[in-house]
């Protein structure tokens, strides 16, 4: 250290003086730009909607599921009231964020995954979620079997979930009344919470029975009053079924004889009014086993096969099952 002309003192390196260092003016901040519309400007629907893809998710959700006409249009409501408060924001008009989590009621193989899915592509379209990402859990991925497991179990699947949709299947079994050993109450709690302090972050479907569900928000009812939107799932029509299934085995490049048709329309009659039917889940499992039977049968007859023999299936390959004699699921 030496001794300056003036008096000052400053650091040697190597025997030289090195020079003070200047600190620099701090940039001054710009401000950010005031994107808000003037009140006599005008807004092109269409194009916001566009921009958000909400027709091609909407459409596609035709596309990919026959009949649930009242589903639909609850999403269409749905759909239109986010885009007109994000045209509302555009103009400077404050408006508090809808509430988002819902209820899905039915019964199984009603759709109630893929619009869950559709659902989150929505959000983020129109800017309400991150990534829109779809995430299922049951009782198995929150609740633990010891003290201290069930916390880190739920919270994992919420952090997983985050920016995009949690959907909770059957979501009565968390609750268990007069099982003192039994820790879905505290899952229960830690998804009140997330739903509350992450609502701007994530969208929580609970689903399951309509009668079940019913049950679980007397029993919850934080969960009930966090809960925006109720959403019935009604069975599909035998002819709603038909064409579902007709749709499946399309999609693989196959088709039904005449008589098949017959035979698949009189098969969906007997299996709707058996136990533990669940809509188009029941009816991809048949087809399934419709396609097993054609291969074994083409596979045992021998011979050379044309195009027509391995697409097309017979009303053997159905009529095959125990439902036609009073069997089950088969």
Sequence with gaps: MAATDNGRVSFATGGRASRPAVASAPEPEEEPADTTLAPDAVVDLDAVRSDAGVDDVLDGLDRELVGLAPVKERLRELAALLVVDRIRERFGV?????????????????????????????????????????????????????????????????????????????????????????????AIEILLQAMEENRDDLVVVLAGYSDRMATFFEANPGMQSRIAHHVDFPDFSADELVTIAEGMVAEQGLGFSAEAHTALREYLALRREQEWFAGARSVRNALDRARMRQARRLSEGGGSLGLADI????????????VFAGGHRS
Excluded at 95 to 123: E, S, W, Y
Excluded at 160 to 167: E, N, P, S, T
Excluded at 312 to 320: N, P, V, Y
């Design 311 to 322: 697409t097309t299936l017979e009303a053997a390959d159905l009529r095959a099952s125990r």
């Design 94 to 186: 404050s408006t508090d964020r809808p509430t988002l989590h819902m209820c899905f009621t039915g019964n199984p193989g009603t759709g109630k995954t893929t619009v869950a899915q559709r659902i989150g592509d929505l959000l983020k379209g129109l800017g309400y979620l991150r990534r829109g990402h779809l995430v299922t859990a049951t009782r198995d991925d929150l609740v633990g079997q010891y003290v201290g497991h069930t916390a880190p179990k739920t919270k994992e699947i919420v952090g997983k979930a985050r920016g995009g949709v949690l959907f909770v299947d059957e979501a009565y079994y968390l609750h268990r009344p007069g099982n003192e050993r039994d820790y879905g109450g505290e």
